[in-house]
């Protein structure tokens, strides 16, 4: 599926037109971009719940020390 986003701006200039164009095209959805308000990605620190913490979350070695892989001598 591919999206044909169409900024709220221009919709009432490219809209209409991106259907027409696209109407054969089962793949190509055309939609308008409704998004408002600021742009969470760059609130960082000041966003609401304070600073993100981002976690290593893969499993943790075993400790200790594993034995000697040299081959024996023949």
């Keep these: 599926m591919i999206y044909c986003v169409v900024p ?5 200039q490219l809209y209409a037109k991106l259907v027409e164009h696209y109407k054969d095209n089962g793949n190509v ?8 308000g600021p742009d969470r990605r760059t609130a960082g620190a ?22 000697a892989t040299d081959a024996p001598d023949d």
């Design 29 to 36: 959805t055309v939609i308008v971009d409704r998004r408002s």
């Design 46 to 67: 000041n966003a609401p719940g304070g600073k993100r913490q981002v976690r290593d979350r893969r499993r943790s070695r075993i400790p200790g020390t594993f034995p």
């Design 8 to 12: 709220s701006e221009l919709e009432d």
